[in-house]
T-cell receptor, first 108, second 112 residues
Framework: QKEVEQDPGPLSVPEGAIVSLNCTYS??????FMWYRQYSRKGPELLMY????GNKEDGRFTAQVDKSSKYISLFIRDSQPSDSATYLC????????FGKGTRLHILP | EAGVAQSPRYKIIEKRQSVAFWCNPI?????LYWYQQILGQGPKLLIQ????????DSQLPKDRFSAERLKGVDSTLKIQPAKLEDSAVYLC??????????FGQGTRLTVV
């Protein structure tokens, strides 16, 4: 079983919609999770990081961790065409292990 | 603050040739990672350094890949000899302490 599992998509939604991106993880000992955004031909850039359970909000982005179900989510409100990218979830700690990434397309 | 620098940005080589990539991490960052990202997949960790010591190289194909981080700053990743399946983007990242890692733009390798 992979440490972090993520549906690769692609996911296409209309502009202005709420986007929900999800990952699952295998080890309940993981406590530190991150979401990176990667535009085509660029390196990943950090969007959000969270410790333990609960929500963390930053502008239009909300990261959520549910430790009971080992589920990580990223919500994007009022999605924009500039949000079109690949979104990578990762677990942190001693090393950073990524999921496959979900390709997101926001349709104007 | 300057980011993680990588060079070259692009490289095309023939199979069985050798190639080297260079990374200059953010100043003061003790931890340095090399990742391999094949098209359509997430980054896969190849090797992790803490200062100039190797912390984890369990996923590094040691028969053809090697990496070093002299003086605990810059790092080089080498492939010799290259195979077609080594075509990927090679990403370098660095961090300090238990914080997020910052990534470079990557080196896109094409093996023909």
């Amino acid at each position: 079983q992979k440490e972090v599992e993520q549906d690769p998509g692609p996911l296409s939604v209309p502009e202005g919609a709420i986007v929900s991106l999800n990952c699952t993880y295998s080890n309940s000992a993981f406590q530190y999770f991150m979401w990176y955004r990667q535009y085509s031909r660029k390196g990943p850039e950090l969007l959000m990081y969270t410790y333990s359970s609960g929500n963390k909000e930053d502008g239009r982005f909300t990261a959520q961790v549910d430790k009971s179900s080992k589920y990580i989510s990223l919500f994007i409100r009022d999605s924009q065409p500039s949000d079109s990218a690949t979104y990578l979830c990762a677990r942190g700690g001693d090393k950073i292990i990524f999921g496959k990434g979900t390709r997101l397309h926001i349709l104007p | 603050e300057a980011g993680v620098a990588q060079s070259p940005r692009y490289k095309i080589i023939e199979k069985r040739q050798s190639v080297a990539f260079w990374c200059n991490p953010i100043s003061g960052h003790a931890t340095l990672y090399w990742y391999q990202q094949i098209l359509g997949q997430g980054p896969k960790l190849l090797i992790q350094f803490q200062n100039n010591g190797v912390v984890d190289d369990s996923q590094l194909p040691k028969d053809r890949f090697s990496a070093e981080r002299l003086k605990g700053v810059d790092s080089t990743l080498k492939i010799q000899p290259a195979k077609l399946e080594d075509s990927a983007v090679y990403l370098c990242a660095s961090k300090q302490g238990n914080t997020e890692a910052f990534f470079g733009q990557g080196t896109r390798l094409t093996v023909v």
